[in-house]
């Protein structure tokens, strides 16, 4: 009922990731990231909590390879989708015996993706296939995966809810953005994005000083 894909931006050490559903919310359980660390999508009857877990292996220094497989003694880990990269080394992906429908995975190049109930298994790397040919911010790479996976199928059935989250250098995500409930909810993201990327800045500098911060004039601006 999900796929996705997580991406590590080889020159700005950014870490972030897509992903869509025909659940409600799925970016609020399944989308991790932390800055310097990694990003893990944890998905299919999903657990959250396992994506704070990974992300702690990979802060200790774990390889996403060595974090994915010490998830193996976990309860219930077979029923479980779990994607992670971080600092060093590549990415990895561990789809239990007990992942739903027709399910996929790609690994790539500072990327991997994975789904469950798809169309059929090839979109996860026609997910990677177009993030790695992709051009530009880590943001717009993501989405042009996740529209890729849009039209290679995705789901075998219709998507309600998708998301967008990456992490920088700060303590807070650069971008989280989601689409909770909708009947087209890559396009409404793809539509957010492009509203929200031209500002994504200045929300940074309204944080770390905002006596240099661009004001939109607004009384009680946030």
Same mark, same amino acid.
């Given at each position: 009922?999900?796929?996705? &894909?997580?991406?590590?931006?080889?020159?700005?050490?950014?870490?972030?990731? %897509?992903?869509?559903?025909?659940?409600?919310?799925?970016?609020?359980?399944?989308?991790?990231?932390?800055?310097? =660390?990694? %990003? =893990?999508?944890?998905?299919?009857?999903?657990?959250?909590?396992?994506?704070?877990?990974?992300?702690?292996?990979?802060?200790?220094?774990?390889?996403?390879?060595?974090?994915?497989? /010490?998830?193996?003694?976990?309860?219930?880990? @077979?029923?479980?989708?779990?994607?992670?990269?971080?600092?060093?080394?590549? *990415?990895? #992906?561990?789809?239990?015996?007990?992942?739903? +429908?027709?399910?996929?995975?790609? &690994?790539?190049?500072?990327?991997?993706?994975?789904?469950?109930?798809?169309?059929?298994?090839? %979109?996860?790397?026609?997910?990677?296939?177009?993030? @790695?040919?992709?051009?530009?911010? &880590? +943001?717009?790479?993501?989405? #042009?995966?996740?529209?890729? +996976?849009?039209?290679?199928?995705? @789901?075998?059935? *219709? %998507?309600?809810?998708?998301?967008?989250?990456?992490? /920088?250098?700060? /303590?807070?995500?650069? =971008?989280?953005?989601?689409?909770?409930?909708?009947?087209?909810?890559?396009?409404?993201?793809? @539509?957010?994005?492009?509203?929200?990327?031209?500002?994504? &800045?200045?929300?940074?500098?309204?944080?770390? /000083? *905002?006596?240099?911060? *661009?004001?939109?004039?607004?009384?009680?601006?946030?």
């Amino acid at each position: 009922m999900t796929f996705s &894909l997580i991406g590590r931006c080889a020159k700005t050490g950014q870490f972030g990731m %897509v992903i869509s559903s025909s659940s409600p919310a799925v970016a609020a359980r399944c989308a991790h990231v932390q800055a310097g =660390v990694g %990003v =893990v999508a944890s998905q299919n009857i999903t657990d959250p909590a396992l994506g704070p877990h990974v992300l702690t292996a990979l802060a200790a220094g774990q390889t996403a390879l060595e974090a994915t497989k /010490d998830l193996t003694s976990l309860p219930f880990i @077979e029923y479980r989708q779990i994607l992670a990269l971080g600092r060093e080394g590549g *990415p990895a #992906v561990r789809s239990g015996a007990q992942v739903l +429908g027709v399910w996929g995975e790609a &690994l790539g190049q500072d990327c991997a993706a994975g789904g469950n109930l798809l169309a059929n298994p090839e %979109v996860p790397q026609e997910m990677v296939s177009a993030f @790695e040919a992709a051009t530009g911010h &880590l +943001g717009d790479r993501l989405m #042009v995966a996740l529209q890729a +996976g849009l039209s290679a199928g995705g @789901e075998a059935g *219709p %998507v309600h809810s998708a998301g967008l989250k990456i992490a /920088d250098t700060l /303590d807070w995500p650069l =971008v989280d953005l989601r689409i909770d409930w909708h009947d087209e909810p890559i396009h409404a993201l793809t @539509e957010a994005w492009s509203v929200y990327r031209p500002q994504m &800045l200045a929300y940074v500098q309204r944080a770390l /000083d *905002p006596t240099q911060a *661009p004001s939109y004039g607004v009384p009680g601006d946030e």
